[in-house]
């Protein structure tokens, strides 16, 4: 699994505090955005894409549900703790979302931001999205709601991690359009979604399988968009 990433702040000024990381170059990828207190927002999203992979890697439960689930369990609790040791932090939360390629399936977690899986010239949208905003985040005075999916990957199977304001800038047609075009080079795709949003503050995650004769996705092909 190959790992690409791309943040742009946007031109517009106001609202939630966020910083979003990523983690690529591994078997692992991440994307975290913090909102909350004067400085919280890049505290927490720093804590989800430090931490996750800690608690991933970690000895534990081998159901990777249950690993998942008390990986999420820590990055919520961390910035809890955080949050509530230091006013100047006080009310920072972090929506993240993940997938681990272990070599055999793929494990997608997420709490706020969506993944998209793109297989064969159709999208995919495979997490749910939260009930509610306070739903979507870690950290907060809530129950932590994680998402899981597990899938077995195919040859050129390409996921899109992606926070909110992308999904709600970009129609997923289109998002689909973009990474089956630059389906052999994953930074240029991950650009040119950042540079659909008009002007929105985005970040987005670009994995993609492939195999050792190196084949990527496919591109050219007529999108199909499955809701």
């Known amino acids: 699994m190959e790992f690409t990433a791309v943040t742009f702040t946007g031109f517009a000024r106001g609202g939630p505090e966020s910083l979003f990381r990523f983690r690529a170059g591994s078997q692992l990828g991440i994307l975290a955005a913090g909102r909350g207190g004067f400085s919280g927002g890049g505290l927490a999203a720093e804590v989800a894409v430090d931490l996750l992979p800690l608690a991933l890697s970690s000895p534990g439960p081998a159901d990777p549900a249950q690993r998942w689930n008390l990986a999420g369990t820590r990055v919520h609790e961390a910035i809890r703790r955080a949050s509530s040791i230091d006013p100047f932090y006080r009310g920072m939360e972090a929506a993240f979302a993940a997938a681990h390629f272990d070599g055999h399936q793929i494990v997608v977690g997420n709490v706020g931001p969506r993944v998209y899986r793109v297989r064969g010239g159709t999208i995919n949208q495979l997490t749910k999205d939260p009930p509610d905003e306070n739903a979507g985040t870690a950290g907060g005075n809530h129950a932590l709601q994680l998402d899981l999916v597990r899938f077995t990957p195919q040859d ?47 970040a987005v995650v670009v994995g993609q399988i492939v195999t050792s004769a190196g084949r990527r996705g496919s591109s050219g092909a007529a999108v199909v968009v499955e809701d």
């Not at 047609?173 to 930074?187: F, G, N, R, T, Y």
């Open 156 to 202: 050129g199977d390409q996921l899109l991690l992606c926070t909110p304001q992308t999904y709600r800038s970009i129609h997923k047609s289109l998002l689909a359009e973009i990474m089956m075009q630059e389906a052999s080079e994953p930074e240029v795709c991950a650009r040119e979604i950042a540079n659909s949003t008009s002007g929105e503050s985005v």
